[in-house]
């Protein structure tokens, strides 16, 4: 591996235009480098981590991504004022959208992602599925363009038999993604996916796709120059999902062979070199009971689970895209790519798992983050963070190494156990549960597992409790919440002359409490 030197490179200040645990990473890889970051804030991000980190931030907007992350002209504006001569998108926001990466080829900004060509080609998912049935990968069945007609989605969804999937067409990250399972369910779930692709990607557009179950759900990563070089990273496992978002992620997948790894990365890379794809990318399968493989979509950007494949073949992707949007080639070839150990991901988000997941807000009271041998934190997380309800949930990422998916597995256990929030319901006691399932570690699941096992428990957990009259659940939750405001409000008052102690006593606490609800 080469020694990266931006000397020479035509940026040196790069505005990142995204927030949360990714516009951290992003600064992290470019002060590694020497390059300036630029980071951008909304109302309700003033005092975010990413903003604290940056060489620069500027305000562009209000608390809604409409007019904040999402305003292109407004992000332009700082670019151009700060001086920056790159945009690094991160992933989600405007990371696949084509006008974006116009208005910076426009404004003479090098976009730290694929050039405008891919994006229309796999950016858009109809049009990547049109695109991939050209070179001969096996797709999903289900339709080849967006449906705006009812009456045609319903014809379509006929033809294809239930249960089907509405899928937005700008889209990415599990967003405006709706499991539909019988007739009646279509035209409603047609309204809400339209309406959660607008809100995600300012496009409203979906399509229809048949709905492969049971199935895994395998991914690509590739990189590609502007030199002809395109490369594949291995797979990625990324069957443990709820409403069609990944929670866990791991490198190697636990059940991908030699042969079928081969097959599927080498359709990834012909499929790259048939529209001549630039910078990172995932390439995303199903994988059906019968060993089939089906091509889902082309994330034309990094993707959240990116730190596993980094732990199993020591490359740094961030920087690796920075390199290629210089103009430089890789800094390795396919050849030297040695896959290594088992890597597992864990998504940390503002959401309350025994209540269907749904999103959650807070202040960070109190925070312990793990550490030691085979550990990595990315996060946006510090004591004291407002947690906003404008945007995705996602706090941070914990990725751990082993050299084999055992220890993997055990070093995953041990730090989740570290790993202490106070103040904001997490995904943290679904990620311990997880851990200790035997279907998870025998690798026996597949992206219904949280349906079957997890929502189950959860469901048997609520109806074995006493039911309450609405006005005395009201007066509970009234004194519960005005019990909690008052102890945090002391406990942060205290945090800065006996901070050690109050977390002592705050893990003792949420100790008994998981005792309690097992």
């Known amino acids: 591996m080469k020694m990266f030197s931006v000397a020479g490179w035509p940026f040196q200040k790069v505005l990142i235009a995204n927030r ?28 975010a981590l990413h903003v604290r980190m940056a060489d620069e931030a500027y305000h562009i907007g209000p608390a809604v991504a409409a007019r904040s992350y999402l305003h ?5 504006e700082v670019a151009r004022r700060t001086g920056a001569q790159a ?36 950016g858009e998912k109809t049009a990547a599925r049109r695109t991939a049935q050209g070179a001969g990968v096996p797709i999903v069945p289900g339709a ?27 889209g990415g990250g599990g967003k405006g993604i709706r499991f539909v399972r019988e007739a009646k369910e279509l035209l409603s779930s047609l309204r ?29 990563q590739f990189i590609a120059d502007t030199h ?14 709820r409403r069609h978002q990944k929670l866990i992620e791991e490198s190697p997948s636990p059940v991908v062979d030699a042969e079928l790894r081969e097959r599927m990365t080498g359709a990834t890379v012909n499929l790259m070199r048939s529209i001549r794809y630039v910078n990172a990318g995932t390439a995303e399968f199903l994988l059906g009971p019968d060993g089939s493989f089906y091509f889902l979509e082309v994330n034309a950007r990094i993707q959240v689970e990116h730190p596993v494949t980094e732990w199993c073949t020591g490359i740094d992707l961030v920087q690796e895209q920075f390199r290629v949007a210089a103009g430089l080639p890789l800094s390795f070839t396919q050849e030297e790519i040695e896959l290594r150990g088992a890597a597992i991901e864990c998504r940390i988000s503002a959401e309350d798992p025994e209540n269907r997941f749904l999103p959650a807000t807070g202040t960070v009271v109190a925070l312990q983050e793990p550490a030691g041998p085979g550990v990595r934190v990315d996060s946006s997380l510090y004591p004291g963070l407002q947690v906003p309800l404008f945007y995705d949930p996602l706090l941070s990422k ?22 202490q929030v106070m103040g904001v319901r997490t995904t943290l006691p679904f990620a311990r ?35 309450l009259a609405p006005d005395q659940l009201a007066a509970i939750v009234g004194s519960l919440l005005m019990e909690e405001a008052a102890e945090e409000e002391k406990l942060r008052r205290r945090s800065a002359v006996n901070g050690s102690e109050e977390m002592n006593r705050w893990r003792d606490a949420a100790r008994r409490e998981a005792l309690r609800r097992m």
């Open 87 to 122: 945009v690094h998108p991160g992933y989600g926001f405007l990371a696949e959208n084509a006008a974006f990466v116009e208005a910076c080829k426009e404004a003479g900004l090098i976009f730290v992602g694929p050039p405008v060509e891919a994006q229309l080609a796999m």
């Open 144 to 170: 080849m363009s967006d449906v705006e007609d009812d009456t045609r989605a319903q014809e379509i969804a006929e033809s294809l038999g239930y249960p089907i999937l509405l899928k937005a067409a700008a």
């Open 228 to 241: 002809g070089n395109v490369v594949h990273l291995g797979e990625r496992e990324c069957s443990i999902q």
């Open 433 to 467: 549960w997880l851990m200790e399932h035997p279907r998870f570690i025998s690798a026996d699941f597949s992206t219904d597992f949280i349906a079957e096992e997890w929502e189950q428990r959860v469901q048997v957990a609520m109806d074995g409790q006493e039911q």
């Open 192 to 220: 809400t996916a339209r309406s959660e692709a607008q809100s995600a990607f300012g496009d409203g557009r979906v399509y229809l796709e048949k709905a492969i179950v049971p199935a895994r759900h395998i991914e690509v």
């Open 72 to 76: 292109i002209p407004t992000l332009i």
């Open 20 to 47: 949360g645990e990714i516009a951290v990473r992003i600064i992290r890889a470019c002060r590694e480098l020497g390059l300036k970051s630029v980071a951008v804030y909304s109302d309700a991000d003033r005092d």
């Open 398 to 419: 914990l990725i751990v190494w082993g050299k084999d998916r055992a220890q993997a597995v055990a070093r995953m256990r041990r730090a989740l156990a570290e790993y």
